[in-house]
């Protein structure tokens, strides 16, 4: 097997395990400070009504019994044994510390649990958050995921965001300093951004060195400002060939140490508008393999070190 031009997240999980890892997603029942405290209001312009990244979540049950449920799955269909906590959808650390730690705590109690991933805002980690989230750096193997979509002002007030990059530089920076591991989550395809556009988020996410990247490809789902906004042909949507070749052009502008996550996502399949060819998520991720070894590239091949 050809050796992968990227180094992959599950590859990482696999040295530090010793076998593969299990990543399960469970909602835990936040909200997000952009959609209110009972989710009523539509936040970011893509946000799906039942939270970013929510597919195959059994919410509605304890976390403890939303690992169990996947982790039943994941031993039936991989025989796995190890598995990371996900708390994915809405903002993971939108909740005074005692709760964070209640269902923190209540996830790493599930057997076979080697750590955690906790999905947020930047501007939802305040220093009491980021001290509790520091002790579980300490204690398990712990990730940050901060969603960021984009380093342009102009494109984050665009999406309604509700923060900017300064605030992005802030979290990211107190984070770090409490030695924190972080993902920075990235959006390809946004409206309004050129290929320069998005090459210049890739380059601020290289100078800052991310310990892990996920990128996505914009999804318009219905039931969305976006999906109402494509409904009346207001946005363009990449292609898969402009997708794939700008995800090798960032992959080679980030440092080889940085742990991709993710390079593509999985839209829901009843609501997902556009572009309907990222269904086929392994043609893409071949593809993008194939585009780096066409072009006798990989990952850091152009990161520039100060
Ligand atoms: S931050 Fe996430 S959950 Fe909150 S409104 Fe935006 S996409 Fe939705």
Excluded at 52 to 69: T, W
Excluded at 104 to 116: K, R
């Amino acid at each position: 097997m050809r050796e992968k031009p990227y180094l992959t997240f599950s590859q990482h999980l696999k040295q530090r395990f010793g076998g593969r890892v299990h990543k399960i997603s469970i909602d835990a029942g936040f909200s997000c400070p952009n959609r209110g405290a009972t989710r009523d209001r539509p936040g970011c312009l893509f946000c799906d009504p039942d939270g970013s990244g929510a597919v195959g979540i059994d919410r509605g049950f304890p976390v403890a019994e939303q690992l169990a449920l996947g982790k039943e799955v994941m031993i039936r269909k991989y025989k796995a044994k190890h598995f990371l906590a996900y708390f994915q959808p809405f903002s993971n650390t939108f909740a005074p510390p005692a709760r964070l730690r209640s269902l923190y705590d209540e996830a790493l109690g599930v057997e076979g649990m080697v750590g955690l991933a906790v999905g947020t805002r930047p501007d939802c980690v305040p220093p009491e958050v980021l001290d509790l989230l520091a002790e579980y750096h300490r204690r398990t193997y712990f990730w940050l995921e901060l969603g960021l979509q984009s380093s342009h002002d102009q494109t984050l007030d665009l999406l309604r965001r509700g923060h900017d990059y300064a605030c992005f530089l802030d979290a990211y920076a107190a984070a770090k300093a409490r030695g924190l591991r972080i993902c920075v989550h990235v959006i390809l395809g946004l409206p309004g951004e050129s290929r320069v556009d998005m090459l210049a988020t890739a380059d601020e996410m290289a100078r800052l060195r991310v310990d892990g990247i996920k990128l996505h490809l914009l999804h318009v789902l219905r039931g969305t400002p976006l999906g109402e906004m494509y409904q009346q042909g207001g946005i363009d949507i990449l292609e898969q060939q402009e997708y794939v070749s700008l995800v090798a052009d960032v992959l080679e502008r980030l440092p080889a140490q940085t742990l991709i996550h993710r390079l593509t996502g999985d839209g829901p399949r009843d609501t997902l508008l556009a572009p309907l060819w990222s269904l086929n998520k392994w043609e893409v991720l071949n593809a993008i393999e194939e585009e780096l070894h066409r072009r006798g590239t990989r990952q850091g091949s152009r990161f520039a070190a100060d």
